[in-house]
C-alpha cells in the first residue's frame, strides 16, 4: 500500500467517525487500516477533537483502557440549540397552527430532515451518559426526531404501534388512558423488539397529559425494560393533569388566549 498523507487521513477519519456515531472504534482499527502507528493516529485524533470543538462540530471522545478507543458524538452547544429553536418558535407561533384541543399543527415541520436532524442531536447530546440500548416511539408523528435521535446515539428504533401486526409474531398488547381525552387506548409491541434488561429513551413529538408517554413507560416494565429518560418536541405548560415528571422538552407552549400562541425554548436549556 503506497504511503498515506495526513490530510487524507484525516478525510478518511472523519468520514468514519462521523458516520457511526457513538460507535468506539480502537486505534488499532484505524492503525490496520491506514498502515500507521498508534502514536500518529493519536495525533490524528487530537487535530480532529480541536477542529470539531473550535467550529462546533460535535464532540471526539477518547476512552482509555484496553477496550478503549475514540467515538463521535454529535451535539450542539446550548448557546446554537437556542438560537435554533427560537428561530423555530417564531415560525410556529402562526395563529392558523393552532388545532381544536389546544394541539398545534407540526407535521410540516417533522417531515423537514434538516430540522429534525438538530432536534435529534439536542435530544441526544442530553442522554448519551444515560446508555440507552434503544429509542422507543409511538406510531405517531413523533417518529422522524426519534430516528434522528437513535441515528444519533448509535443505537436501534423500536416503535410501539396501536394494534399488533401478524408480520411482527407474537406481541405484548397493554391499555392505557389517554391523557388529553380520556379514552382507552391499546399500545402493543411484538415480543421480538426489545431484550430484558435493556434501557429505553422515549422520544415523542407533544406532550400534554402524557397518557401516551405513560403508557410507553408501562410497556417497557412488562419487559422489564429500564427507561432512562423521556423527551419531547414539544409540551404544555403548568398542565396539572400531567401523569409523568422529569421530562425534556425542546419547546414549551402556554394555553392559548384569544387564539394567540406563545411558544419559547425549554428552560432547561436556557
Not at 442522554?127 to 440500548?133: G, H, I, K
Not at 409511538?138 to 443505537?155: D, F, H, R, W, Y
Not at 392505557?176 to 429505553?200: C, K, N, P
Request: hydrophobic share 45%.
Amino acid at each position: 500500500m503506497d504511503r498515506i498523507k495526513r490530510n487524507e487521513r484525516l478525510a478518511a477519519l472523519t468520514k468514519l467517525l462521523t458516520a457511526s456515531p457513538n460507535q468506539l472504534f480502537t486505534l488499532s482499527h484505524f492503525c490496520e487500516m491506514f498502515g500507521a502507528a498508534k502514536s500518529t493516529l493519536s495525533e490524528d485524533v487530537d487535530i480532529l477533537c480541536d477542529v470539531y470543538k473550535r467550529f462546533g462540530l460535535g464532540r471526539l471522545d477518547t476512552v482509555t483502557g484496553a477496550a478503549g478507543g475514540v467515538r463521535y458524538r454529535p451535539y450542539i452547544e446550548r448557546e446554537q440549540a437556542v438560537a435554533f429553536l427560537e428561530g423555530l418558535c417564531r415560525e410556529l407561533q402562526t395563529p392558523s397552527r393552532l388545532l381544536p384541543g389546544g394541539f398545534l399543527y407540526l407535521s410540516d415541520i417533522l417531515s423537514m430532515p434538516d430540522i429534525v436532524r438538530q432536534m435529534g442531536i439536542i435530544i441526544a447530546g442530553q442522554f448519551y451518559d444515560e446508555a440507552p440500548d434503544f429509542v422507543l416511539t409511538m406510531e405517531t408523528k413523533g417518529i422522524p426526531v426519534a430516528l434522528m435521535t437513535a441515528q444519533s446515539m448509535g443505537v436501534p428504533l423500536v416503535i410501539a404501534r396501536r394494534s399488533s401486526k401478524v408480520y411482527e409474531g407474537s406481541a405484548v398488547n397493554i391499555n392505557y388512558v389517554s391523557g388529553s381525552s380520556g379514552h382507552i387506548e391499546t399500545m402493543s409491541l411484538s415480543r421480538r423488539a426489545v431484550v430484558e434488561g435493556q434501557r429505553a429513551l422515549i422520544v415523542d413529538d407533544f406532550l400534554k397529559a402524557g397518557g401516551t408517554a405513560k403508557g410507553m413507560i408501562d410497556l417497557m416494565s412488562e419487559f422489564n425494560v429500564q427507561v432512562v429518560g423521556t423527551a419531547f418536541v414539544m409540551a404544555t405548560a403548568h398542565n396539572a393533569k400531567r401523569v409523568i415528571h422529569g421530562e425534556k422538552a425542546l419547546m414549551v407552549m402556554d394555553e392559548p388566549e384569544g387564539g394567540k400562541l406563545s411558544i419559547r425554548p425549554a428552560e432547561w436549556l436556557l
